[in-house]
């Protein structure tokens, strides 16, 4: 099963723009991961929020979480070409009794 | 630091042969997972081991899929028999805490990428 459902499923942009993804989940959870998938690196952790944060900051990356409307948001600031890759949301669901990848937003980002 | 290490990168097979992934966690992790990602789709878990211990394997079509991890260090996935629909990239991923403990961050080997004819 799949708990997060990222919104776009592709997006493309200009180098120097801003990307922004959507993701969103049916349970409630403790904590919500965002990653990276490329070639050349494989699948990376982002960064993780936990259900009492609302919004995280690392780097040109910002996250945020709305328990309420059970959705977070990742914003890629000054994107650059090397961004280019799909972002997946993972939650556990259940309060932990599961993780579960959502299929993913793929990311171009041209120069 | 090593990161987690698979192998093979690559393997294609014939329908009906066996087949088995190895994967190496990184030194001290106590939490190993495996994961099947089809084209397009997100990762999908198909068991965890906390050391030695399958805590949670209820993914895993066991019909045709075993896994096990000695010692509580190396792990082997085993297909046997291979379905056309086996075809996937399976990933391993390893991190430090115990599940209960709170959700790690996980890293992720490079993959197996599967073929089944």
């Known amino acids: 099963s799949q708990q997060g459902e990222e919104d776009p499923q592709a997006l493309s942009i200009q180098e120097g723009e801003n990307a922004t993804m959507n993701c969103s989940y049916k349970?409630?959870?403790?904590?919500l991961q965002w990653y990276r998938q490329n070639s050349g690196r494989g699948l990376v952790h982002l960064i993780l929020i936990r259900s009492n944060e609302r919004e995280k900051h690392s780097g040109r990356l910002r996250v945020t979480l709305d328990t309420s409307k059970k959705s977070s948001s990742l914003l890629i600031t000054a994107s650059r070409a090397a961004d280019t890759a799909s972002y997946f949301c993972a939650t556990d669901e259940g309060y932990g009794q599961n993780f579960v990848f959502g299929p993913g937003t793929r990311l171009s980002v041209l120069p | 630091e090593a990161g987690v290490v698979q192998s093979p990168r690559y393997k294609i097979i014939e329908k009906k042969q066996p087949v088995a992934f190895w994967c190496n966690p990184i030194?001290?992790?106590?939490?190993l997972y495996w994961y099947r990602q089809n084209l397009g789709q997100g990762p999908e878990l198909l068991i965890r081991y906390e050391n030695e211990e399958a805590v949670d394997d209820s993914q895993l079509p066991k019909d045709r899929f075993s896994a096990e991890r000695l010692k509580g260090v190396d792990s082997t996935l085993k297909i046997q028999p291979a379905e056309l629909g086996d075809s996937a990239v399976y990933l391993c991923?390893?991190?430090?805490?115990?599940?209960?403990?709170?959700?790690?961050?996980?890293?992720f080997g490079p993959g197996t990428r599967l073929t089944v004819l």
């Open positions: 030194s001290g992790h106590n939490t």
């Open positions: 991923a390893s991190s430090l805490g115990a599940w209960r403990e709170g959700v790690n961050e996980q890293f």
């Open positions: 349970t409630s959870i403790n904590n």
